[in-house]
């Protein structure tokens, strides 16, 4: 059973389970925590994790005016201060991964660790990118009118504003990700929709950065390989980095 918390002005629907350090899982967009349903949810073996949805994604309602990647990240601040009570581990998915990088560049002491999969800092980052064209897949139409407390109806606003959002967002810098100082697992599928250029340059500018291409994957890289992403995933947050005897880029550190 699930929870709702105010967030500013939005109410925000979470489940925890698990014991151990905090670990918040971050969703995607069009969707909601079910994104992580067979894969990193297993880690509440190791952690207490909670799974918020952001505004206007799965049980947590939609709010007057437009969808930006400060709002959204504003929204898992106030979580993590009110819900969560102090740091956490941040692992973002998508769309999650992104607000998961504003929350860490505006917030650093909030977060513990980062986990990035399949996300973009920018929306030159994008080999697909959302559009009111066309028709959305049956199966995200039904998820969303499944458990939205708007209504199967309202999930063309959604839309709209998760375009909007995805076209007018400025999106990070360079500048901004070298504030992001937490240990960063960047994690992307070898086909996925995001550039792979555009992971090696997040990895690349970020200052404790790490990279795990996982191969023969997607953008739906967690369905795909959900044992060894969770694996991957698990390493990192429950193991001191390892060290190495060849480092090039780490070499200083």
């Known amino acids: 059973m699930g929870d709702y918390i ?88 998508s769309a999650g991964a992104t607000v998961a990088l504003h929350v860490a560049r505006n917030r650093p002491d909030l977060v513990r660790s980062l986990v990035l999969i399949s996300g973009a800092f920018h929306r030159d980052g994008w080999i697909i990118a959302p559009t009111e064209e066309g028709e959305m897949p049956q199966p995200v139409v039904d998820g969303y009118a499944e458990v939205s407390p708007d209504g199967r109806d309202h999930f063309p606003v959604i839309v709209s504003k998760i375009v909007a959002m995805a076209q007018g967002d400025p999106g990070l810098t360079e500048v901004d990700l070298a504030k992001v100082t937490a240990r960063t697992l960047v994690m992307s599928g070898d086909d996925d929709i995001v550039h792979l250029e555009h992971s090696v340059a997040l990895y690349r500018g970020l200052p404790a950065g790490e990279l ?6 997607t953008h739906l890289l967690m369905f795909e390989k959900p044992e060894l992403v969770t694996h991957l995933v698990t390493d990192f947050l429950t193991r001191e980095p390892t060290p190495t005897f060849m480092p090039i880029r780490r070499a200083a550190q």
């Open 6 to 93: 105010a967030a500013g002005d939005a109410r925000i629907w979470f489940e925890e389970r698990g014991q151990g350090d905090p670990l918040v899982l971050m969703h995607g967009g069009f969707s909601d925590s079910r994104d992580f349903h067979g894969s990193l949810d297993r880690l509440s073996a190791h952690f207490r994790v909670y799974t918020p949805e952001r505004r206007g994604h799965g049980h947590s309602p939609d709010v007057e005016g437009p969808f930006t990647g400060e709002i959204m990240a504003a929204d898992m601040t106030a979580f993590l201060e009110k819900a969560v009570g102090g740091p956490a581990h941040l692992a973002g998915y």
């Open 212 to 217: 795990a291409i996982v191969p023969r994957t």
